[in-house]
Every structure is written in structure tokens, then in C-alpha cells.
């Protein structure tokens, strides 16, 4: 989808924004600077660094260590397209879109009667699943989901029976072939029902 001149302008107004050294580039601590400002799910630092670090990788197409204006153009439009995504910036008006597998892409496909997800939310649930694949199978056995719960529902009292529950529903909801494990594909499909729960 191309950008209208408004839209392209409010870009460049984020642009001058956040290049805080105004050198016409946008380098990691700035980036870090609008994600902090602008990401909705809650993050450990951890998880926050390494996601600022993969759009940084992303981003800077030519490896100079910093992201020109037309990176970040590329940069912007894949973040802030859709309203549906965990941060808020200013273009309102532009198109929603799912995440779509792209052709040789080895991310998976979400299936359109699936909760729609954007590609910035794949991304953030991929680290979810990476640090809570304990044993680094490349699936979640219902331990390993129930340390994630744990961690999600840490604040709320809850007795063991409805935690026992709660685990046994989103293993059920997300174990689609009953092998007793949640793949990845899987785990997108209860992603934002553990998650979404965090997003303002």
C-alpha cells in the first residue's frame, strides 16, 4: 500500500522526533527511545531489548548501523499499519492487515478464522514462545505453559483448582493436533487471550 503525502509527512515529523542528535538518521538508542514510548505489551527489559534489536536488524537494510529516512519509511509502515497492533502512533486512518506467510517465508501462516495478527505481534509472540520453551523443543508442554500463566497471572489470586483450570483450557484450546504439546502455530492462536489481557 502506497502513503499519501499526509501520511508520508507524519512520518517525517516521527522521524525528526526521535533523531534526538539530528545527524538524519535514526540510530538503536533512538529507536529504543519511540518503542519505549510507543510499544503497549508489557515487556521484560530483556525481551524489550532483544525486540528493539530485531526491528533494529530489520530496519537498517544497507548495515551502517543506522536507519536512513527510506529504512524507516519500510520501518513505520510495517509497525504502525494496523490499529490492531500493541503500540499507538499517530497515522490513524491507515488499512488494518493480518499477518500473511510470505512465499520461501518459514513464519506461519495464521488462519483466517484465527485472531488476526499483525506481523509485529507474530514477532513479539515468537520471543513469548522462545522463553517459554524451557527444554528448547521447539513446542510448549503444559509445564512449560503453566510457568507462563504462573508469570501472566502472578498478581491475581487465584485458587490452585481454577489455575489448574485455567492451564488445562488454554492447552486444550491451543493443542489442535492432541499431542499434548502447543507449537508455534498453535500458540498464536491463544496468543493474545493470554496476553491481550496486558494491552491498553
Known sequence: MSLSESQLQEIKQQFEKYDLDKSNTIDHH????L???????????NLFNRYVSTQFDKSDKNKDGKIQFDEFVQFY???YFSNELPISMGVKQMEKRSYVERPNDNAPKVNKNQIQLSE???ELAKIKFNEYDLDKSGSID??????????????????????????DMHMQQGDKDGNEKIEFEEFLGIYTKI?????K
Do not use: H, I, P, Y
Open 35 to 45: 518503542l519505549e514510548e510507543t510499544l503497549k505489551t508489557k515487556l521484560s527489559d
Open 195 to 199: 496476553f491481550g489481557t496486558q494491552q
Open 142 to 167: 503444559k509445564q512449560e505453559l503453566r510457568k507462563l500463566l504462573e508469570d501472566v497471572n502472578g498478581s491475581k489470586k487465584m485458587s490452585k483448582l481454577l489455575f489448574d483450570r485455567l492451564v
Open 30 to 33: 533512538e529507536l529504543k527511545k
Open 77 to 79: 509502515k510495517a509497525l
Open 120 to 122: 509485529s505481534e507474530v
